[in-house]
């Protein structure tokens, strides 16, 4: 089955930029969102159909999916931007409700 | 509004029957779909089921098919996930969702614990 394979941890600078990687076969051809979880809460939404962002993200969060690689890059990270990130994709023509990452962990130092 | 609101927290004995539900409204229940996302104690988000309201078809991980039952009823536009026998393992939060391709909307979850 298909899967998903996420940095568990990545740790940046305030102001600094990060990137979190998803792999997966061919990830390229399919269509990624990628989540926002904090502690105790409900997932967010910051980046979806790889690049695109919901009304209320910052443009400092943005993403890029290509070959077997999709990235969501945070610019000029902040304090606030610490939390789980989870990518996530789905094929209509699959018989699965879709696949996840195992997420990561991003640490501002 | 979009809200999805999920029954409460449950807990149950391995080997009880349980069922939890996720109530829509604020948008066509028949035009979207409805699933559920299992994220254990520490650990990240995997897909339970869906479910299409408008003609009731799922689809199931492999890891859950079997073991759980998705459903829907667009007269109450409401949304279920059902365990015939739970077991520990079972213990997790679950949300309810609302997607097209990506996940629209969140429920607040519903944490079921199982334990003897």
């Known amino acids: 089955s298909y899967a998903l394979t996420q940095p568990p941890s990545v740790s940046v600078a305030p102001g600094q930029t990060a990137r979190i990687t998803c792999g997966g076969n061919?990830?390229?051809?399919?269509?990624v969102s990628w989540y926002q979880q904090k502690p105790g809460q409900v997932p967010v939404v910051v980046v979806h159909d790889d690049r695109d962002r919901p009304s209320g993200i910052p443009e400092r969060f943005s993403g890029s999916n290509s070959g077997n690689t999709a990235t969501l890059t945070i610019s000029r990270v902040e304090v606030g931007d610490e939390a789980d990130y989870h990518c996530?994709?789905?094929?209509?023509?699959?018989?699965?409700?879709?696949?996840f990452g195992g997420g990561t962990k991003l640490t501002v130092l | 509004e979009v809200q999805l609101v999920q029954s409460g927290a449950q807990v149950k004995k391995p080997g009880d029957s349980l069922t939890i539900s996720c109530k829509a409204s604020?948008?066509?229940?028949?035009?979207?779909?409805i699933g559920w996302v299992r994220q254990m104690p520490g650990k990240g988000l995997e897909w339970v089921g869906i479910?299409?309201?408008?003609?009731?078809?799922?689809k199931y991980s492999p890891s859950f098919r079997g073991r759980v039952t998705v459903s829907a009823d667009k007269s109450i536009t409401t949304a279920y996930l059902q365990w015939s026998s739970l077991k520990a393992s079972d213990t997790a939060m679950y949300y309810c969702?609302?997607?097209?391709?990506?996940?629209?909307?969140w429920g607040q979850g519903t944490l079921v614990t199982v334990s003897s």
């Open positions: 604020g948008f066509t229940f028949t035009t979207y779909v």
């Open positions: 061919n990830i390229g051809s399919k269509s």
């Open positions: 969702v609302r997607r097209s391709g990506y996940i629209h909307s």
């Open positions: 479910v299409y309201p408008a003609d009731s078809r799922t």
């Open positions: 996530q994709v789905w094929d209509s023509s699959d018989d699965h409700p879709g696949v």
